[in-house]
């Protein structure tokens, strides 16, 4: 080969790189997404925690081309993840070395679709393109959930771990959970907690004592509208609510000034949050989040995250039975559990 065949074909692959580059930087540009690199998001964590949304993708990958123009394309989908997470988008298949958490990684393959180190972290082990991956306010990895997602889809993932369902849920309940209070909202009519004012739940207590239940709540939170219309949406649980607690909702911004036994608590310009959200929760402020309060205003437990009706069910039984007394919940809740599964087989064996 000459000369100037050879700086020909140098000049034609430059200039093809050149262009396939501009355009990643003009997608990224036009985008409605923020997208930053890992390094940015773990930077930006550091003063100023929040979750990182990683888009695991490769350069060939259709689906991830596809969901690119569809699904982070859908302005509510992309002003979701703008506001609740630090946005990334990661190759999969990059050469560069990449600091993660205190480790050099880099990408040790040889072929051209060697998979990167971080890629293996992100997708445990099972590189698949697209992969979403949810990292927790410290970078590490709460789970990858691979496959192309429509906006439909996407959905209910996005809330389940924006407000930390992960914790308390399986997905798969969630979602059900999900689809009832949005996709069937109008089939469901949920049954009805009667719930009360702080100082209605206050007088009810002095004159025949229960424990005050105070759920908080916020406007922006998916799960305190799902918690509503399935968990306490629930007829036994209502029910169940009704008869043994004084109920009562919190929300949690409210700009009224509330009486909670004899305080006044206000909502500051500096704070987002009514100070009777933060004092019931000891300072600290997840939504939702149920509170027990004793007939006499002595805050007992407050239990942060959201709770399907089998997963808040044995906490009332908890704290309405007194257990919370003399027993480690640890105890009480294997009992309940072994004497729960025990009534299910009475049941059986009398069908």
């Not at 972290?121 to 410290?138: A, F, Q, V, W």
């Not at 700009?255 to 036994?261: E, G, R, Y």
């Not at 939504?287 to 239990?303: E, M, R, W, Y």
């Amino acid at each position: 080969m000459n000369k100037f065949k050879l700086i020909v074909i140098l000049v034609f692959t430059f200039n093809i790189m050149f262009s396939q580059e501009v355009k990643k930087q003009d997608d990224h540009a036009n985008s409605l997404i923020h997208w930053m690199t890992i390094q940015e998001a773990l930077q930006k964590q550091k003063t100023q925690p929040k979750k990182i949304f990683v888009d695991v993708y490769t350069d060939w990958c259709g689906w991830c081309k596809h969901m690119n123009k569809t699904t982070f394309s859908n302005p509510q989908i992309a002003a979701y993840i703008n506001q609740y997470y630090y946005p990334v988008r990661f190759n999969g298949e990059t050469k560069d070395t990449i600091i993660y958490l205190g480790d050099t990684l880099v990408n040790k393959g040889t072929s051209r679709k060697s998979a990167h180190q971080l890629t293996g972290i992100l997708t445990n082990n099972r590189p698949s393109y697209p992969t979403i991956t949810y990292l927790d306010e410290k970078g590490r990895v709460i789970s990858p959930v691979p496959g192309y997602m429509d906006v439909k889809k996407m959905e209910p993932y996005l809330v389940f771990f924006t407000e930390n369902v992960f914790r308390t849920t399986q997905f798969e309940t969630f979602h059900k959970e999900f689809d009832k209070t949005f996709t069937d909202s109008l089939k469901i009519k949920p049954a009805k907690v009667n719930w009360k004012t702080f100082i209605k739940a206050e007088l009810a207590s002095q004159k025949k004592p229960k424990l005050i239940l105070v759920k908080i709540e916020a406007p922006w939170s998916v799960t305190s509208k799902i918690m509503d219309s399935t968990t306490y949406g629930d007829a036994e649980l209502s029910k169940y609510i009704n008869q043994n607690f004084y109920p009562v909702k919190l929300n949690s911004i409210t700009k009224d000034t509330i009486q909670f036994f004899g305080k006044d608590y206000l909502n500051y310009p500096n704070n987002p949050f009514n100070e009777l959200a933060i004092y019931l929760q000891n300072k600290q402020m997840i939504v939702p989040a149920t509170v027990f309060v004793s007939p006499d205003g002595v805050i007992l437990s407050h239990v942060p995250g959201y709770f399907t009706k089998d997963g808040i069910e044995p906490i009332l039984h908890f704290f309405q039975e007194g257990a919370y007394k003399e027993q480690k919940w640890e105890e009480y809740i294997k009992e309940y559990k072994a004497d729960k599964s025990k009534k299910k087989n009475v049941k059986s064996v009398g069908k």
